[in-house]
């Protein structure tokens, strides 16, 4: 089995996993309503009726995106750290299976499970907006807004809620999280030293700006840090999708304990028999089976002899 098929077996069974999570859709589904209850009178709902499609959708984009990937990295902040908790690495590892493809697998399983859900919220965003405004430009320019504003921003988050909880735990990591999201994105640079409005936020404001033809948050503000603010355009557009995605740690670089699964996805079962004696797999590489704990003997415990060896 080729490195490629080894990847897609890996990513297709983490996202079947992970788009099952009840708690994935419950979150996204509370925190898309909260956001378009609350948005105000400046929030792309307001819009008057002439507002061209491109800004309408780049303005729901803009608005998704200041909450849902928070909610995105709480529901993936346990992936890796559960893996290890339950001991399970030496399984996957007895797999003829390189490191990169599973760690690939489960990064891309885990972007396209959050992928899925924000691009419902832009496509139920954009068929409200057509209902009201009759122009079906709108889902068009809904798929841009997805791929230039939510996408990147979601590259980032599914790195960093599956790399830094291995380095702290799942439950400081959400504490943490929730203060770094505020802080680089939305915080006044001004004020405060940020990474707000830099090519660095995964908030998506500088493909927000050029989508609709005025500042967007803090894109391109003055303020500490300034070097990394140039002037909202094409070519900042374009360079800021790759740096905001780029930003987190490279998935191949994560320590080979870290990358096991739950139970192992049957298509890298397939090629597990090549040299067994029964030509089949082995017994602690089969399908949903997990290695038997054995019980640690005791230091200076002896084994009993047999009857027929006793004196009498």
């Given at each position: 089995m080729t490195t490629a098929r080894q990847t897609w077996a890996v990513t297709r069974y983490e996202f079947r996993m992970q788009i099952r999570k009840r708690s994935l859709w419950i979150t996204t589904a509370v925190l898309a309503v909260v956001l378009t209850l609350t948005q105000g009178d400046r929030g792309p709902r307001h819009l008057p009726l002439g507002t061209p499609p491109r800004e309408v959708m780049a303005g729901w984009a803009l608005l998704m995106s200041i909450l849902l990937p928070i909610g995105f990295g709480m529901v993936l902040a346990d992936r890796l750290t559960r893996d290890r908790r339950l001991g399970l690495a030496s399984l996957l590892e007895s797999l003829p299976t390189g490191r990169g493809a599973l760690v690939a697998g489960k990064y891309l399983g885990g972007l396209a499970s959050t992928a899925v859900p924000a691009a419902l919220v832009l496509l139920t965003a954009a068929a409200a907006e057509t209902a009201h405004r009759h122009d079906p430009a709108l889902f068009a320019w809904a798929a841009v807004a997805f791929a230039l504003i939510t996408l990147p921003g979601l590259a980032f988050v599914t790195?960093?809620?599956?790399?830094?909880?291995?380095?702290?735990?799942?439950?400081?990591?959400?504490?943490l999280f929730v203060g770094y999201w505020f802080w680089g994105n939305m915080l006044n640079p001004d004020l405060f030293p940020s990474l707000t409005g830099t090519l660095l936020t995964p908030l998506g404001d500088y493909p927000a700006t050029w989508l609709m033809g005025e500042r967007a948050l803090y894109a391109g503000a003055d303020g500490w840090l300034e070097f990394l603010r140039p002037q909202p355009g094409g070519a900042t557009t374009v360079l800021a999708s790759p740096c905001s995605s780029c930003s987190a740690s490279r998935p191949s670089r994560w320590p080979r304990r870290y990358c096991a699964a739950e139970t192992c996805p049957p298509d890298l079962l397939k090629d597990t028999s090549h040299g067994h004696p029964d030509h089949r797999a082995a017994p602690h590489v089969r399908q949903g089976h997990r290695p038997r704990r054995t019980r640690?003997?005791?230091?200076?415990?002896?084994?009993?002899?047999?009857?027929?060896?006793?004196?009498?």
């Open positions: 790195a960093f809620a599956l790399v830094c909880p291995l380095l702290t735990t799942a439950p400081l990591f959400r504490v640690p003997r005791r230091p200076g415990r002896h084994v009993r002899p047999a009857r027929h060896q006793r004196r009498r």
